[in-house]
Structures are given as C-alpha cells and as structure tokens.
C-alpha cells in the first residue's frame, strides 16, 4: 500500500509542476502581447499623426 502511495505522490507533484509551467507560459505570453500591443499602438499613432499634418497640411494650396 505504501507504494501505491509514493506513485500518487509522485503523480500529483508532476501535475503541479506541468501546472506551474504552463502558468508561466500564460503569464510570458500576456506580458509580450502587452509589450506588441504598445509597440503598435505607437505606430498607428504615428501614421495618424502624419496623415492628419499631411491633409491640414495641403488644404490650403
């Protein structure tokens, strides 16, 4: 019997580490999509900002 013990001992400490690895996973891949969304962000705002100089800007003319 103690045998069969050790084994689910051993089974639910793996299933706690694939769980702690998986949740590490999740949190990279939130942190780098926040990371890409800022990046992007300042680009569209970028574009934006010369596209509206560039309409004001050749109105007059």
Known sequence: MKIRQILKDIKGATVVEYALIASIIALAIVVGFQVISGAVQTKYT????????????????
């Open 46 to 61: 970028t574009v934006g900002t010369a596209i509206t100089n560039s309409t004001t800007g050749s109105s007059g003319g």
